[in-house]
């Protein structure tokens, strides 16, 4: 597969039509038709349903537009990257974060480092580690920002030194609401409303013992934005954060930390074993410097 027929592919996908995709890529629609038709023959399978008004991807087609569009992001980005590396210290760097405090030490990252660097600029993908670090591996994203729970050990990675109070998000309505801090047992018998990923699951097992598989769990979730409205209609009590209350100035909500005690570490984590680009490394030694000075 060429990337030249793939982006050819990708805009009759936008566009819906052969005819305005040819209009839109400067080529004639026979011409256009007939790459579309290789492209199926080379593969071995239909990509397009073709209705009156407008073409349709079969399953097939849906496949391939969503590994077309990671395959030429990849490629514009190595382009950009191999260029970069010939010039003045400028470009993008992608980073994906998960919910945490430490995304205030980010903006301030992103913050002292554009003054030095103007002409770098900066891309944010919000997502749940898994998201993150799929991406980080396909090198769709130059950096993660998580928090613990998180298989680390195939990435360079650097520890922030930022801890997350971990609790529950509630109504301030809430019985659970006039409490300074909550317990595991405190749970028991409310609706609870928790984590999806096994992983942080077992990190609050863990933590929590035996009890927290005896909590009654009425719905699971991978970002807390939505999962928050259990909490602000007051039908149930949401595992989080501190971090995230930020996100979530209303009144109605409140957060209680676990007593004891119980924190994720935040940390960030980037491609091992690979070069990593001039604007990257240099914002990751910005970082660094400042987990130092907010350290000493």
């Given at each position: ?69 990671e395959?030429?992001e ?35 990252a ?58 529950i998000?509630?109504?301030?309505a ?8 909550v ?11 928790g ?15 035996e ?51 119980l ?13 990593v ?20």
């Amino acid at each position: 597969m060429e990337l030249r027929v793939l982006r050819y592919f990708l805009t009759v996908v936008r566009e819906e039509s052969i005819s305005r995709a040819a209009e839109a890529l400067f080529i004639t629609q026979p011409t256009l038709s007939r790459q579309l038709a290789e492209l199926e023959e080379e593969l071995g399978v239909k990509l397009f349903e073709r209705g009156k008004r407008k073409i349709a991807l079969t399953e097939e087609g849906v496949l391939l537009r969503r590994r077309a569009e990671e395959m030429t992001e990849l490629a514009d980005k190595t382009e950009r990257e191999l260029r970069e590396r010939t010039e003045r210290l400028a470009g993008t760097v992608s980073i994906g974060a998960a919910e945490t405090v430490a995304a205030e030490l980010l903006v301030r990252a992103v913050d002292s480092f554009r003054k030095k660097y103007p002409e770098v600029t900066f891309r944010l993908d919000a997502g749940i580690a898994d998201h993150v670090k799929e991406r980080i591996d396909a090198g769709l994203l130059d950096l993660g920002l998580l928090i613990e729970p998180g298989d680390i050990a195939k990435y360079d990675f650097l520890r922030l030194g930022i801890d997350d109070r971990c609790g529950i998000l509630m109504n301030s309505a809430a019985p659970l609401a006039r409490k300074e801090c909550v317990t595991v047992e405190d749970l028991v018998g409310l609706p609870v409303v928790g984590p999806a990923r096994e992983g942080v699951r077992q990190f609050y097992r863990n933590a929590l013992g035996e009890t927290f598989d005896r909590l009654n769990f009425i719905a699971t979730f991978n970002l807390v934005n939505n999962a928050a409205w259990f909490a602000r209609l007051n039908v149930g009590y949401v595992f989080t954060i501190e971090g995230t209350l930020r996100h979530f100035g209303a009144p109605e909500l409140c957060f209680r930390p676990f007593a004891p005690d119980l924190r994720q570490s935040a940390f960030l984590v980037w491609k091992k074993y690979q070069p990593v680009p001039r604007a990257v490394q240099a914002f990751i030694d910005e970082i660094a410097m400042l987990v130092r000075h907010d350290g000493a």
